[in-house]
């Protein structure tokens, strides 16, 4: 058996969608999509699958044919669809790797704040005076890497949460609940629409040995919490506002980032009732924080 082949493409977005088709029809066993400029897409709307403009198109394939077949079933499958997309003349060799330590490596410690977040697997020391954080990347978002969830982890480990309930609303792996319960919150509780993002949160905390309530949206609790932190987009931050403003308690902490910074004013228009703390911006991202009053 002959190792991956990849054929790339280029193709404009509104041609994308048959182009996988295609694709998959020809034996493909995976199609990747790549941003072939710097056009970034920060909030879809809700059940959409936006492409960008021009789109990066690559295709996996791992069987016997030679090239020359692979390429000639390809072009005619775009003759027949009408596609006019311009195909290499060659594939290009993938090199058989040790995928899973590829992959595995791609996530090393990182000091945030009071907290040295890990994978799990990983041995290196840990360094003096930190709170260690076990984390395994999974399907839902939040490894801390990205900028808007270390500006939440440094809110959190700035602040006093001994004995506090806490609510990390959109969970997705369950870092900032995690976070909060490492800094002795007494009760935590993670939210999400995504079932995968529970069970993710879930498996967080136990590498963590905390335990932490984990809810589906719909089941949206109606006691406030001493701090709730909501690492989401801009437009639910704002469509939310009504939700996230009673789930905090008078006189309780409202933590808010997955905004960009030109998005700051328009979401903290949306919490009239909430006395904002200065904003936090790192890599073009803000983070939002404030009390309710009581």
Request: net charge negative; with cysteine; aromatic share 6%.
């Given at each position: 058996m002959t190792g991956f082949r990849q054929v790339s493409v280029l193709a404009a977005g509104n041609q994308v969608e048959l182009l996988e088709e295609l694709l998959f029809l020809a034996d493909a066993q995976a199609v990747t999509l790549v941003d072939h400029g710097d056009a970034p897409i920060f909030e879809p709307p809700l059940g959409s699958h936006p492409v960008w403009p021009?789109?990066?198109?690559?295709?996996?394939?791992?069987?016997?044919?030679?090239?020359?077949?692979?390429?000639?079933?390809?072009?005619?499958?775009?003759q027949r669809a009408n596609l006019l997309i311009e195909l290499p003349s060659h594939l290009t060799i993938v090199p058989d790797q040790d995928w899973v330590r590829i992959s595995l490596d791609q996530f090393q410690p990182i000091h945030i704040g009071k907290f040295w977040v890990k994978p799990s697997w990983n041995e290196d020391p840990i360094p003096e005076g930190l709170t260690t954080l076990n984390l395994d990347?999974?399907?839902?978002?939040g490894t801390g890497m990205h900028p808007t969830t270390q500006l939440c982890l440094e809110w959190l480990s700035n602040h006093q949460l001994s004995g506090k309930t806490v609510m990390d609303f959109?969970?997705?792996?369950?870092?900032?609940?995690?976070?909060?319960?490492?800094?002795?919150?007494?009760?935590v509780t993670g939210l999400d629409i995504d079932p995968q993002a529970l069970i993710a949160t879930s498996h967080n905390a136990s590498l963590n040995q905390?335990?932490?309530?984990?809810?589906?949206?719909?089941?949206?609790?109606?006691?406030?919490?001493?701090?709730?932190?909501?690492?989401?987009?801009?437009?639910?931050?704002i469509e939310l506002s009504a939700t996230l403003t009673g789930l905090t308690q008078p006189g309780g902490h409202i933590v808010m980032a997955g905004l960009?910074?030109?998005?700051?004013?328009?979401?903290?228009?949306?919490?009239?009732?909430?006395l904002f703390d200065q904003d936090v911006s790192k890599d073009g991202w803000t983070r939002l924080s404030g009390r309710r009053p009581e």
């Open positions: 021009q789109t990066q198109v690559q295709a996996l394939f791992h069987d016997e044919r030679p090239e020359s077949e692979i390429l000639s079933d390809l072009a005619t499958y775009f990347p999974g399907l839902a978002f959109g969970c997705g792996s369950g870092i900032l609940a995690v976070a909060a319960g490492c800094m002795g919150a007494s009760q905390l335990p932490v309530q984990t809810l589906l949206a719909e089941d949206t609790p109606s006691q406030p919490f001493d701090v709730v932190v909501a690492n989401i987009l801009a437009n639910p931050l960009l910074d030109e998005q700051a004013d328009q979401v903290k228009a949306a919490y009239p009732s909430i």
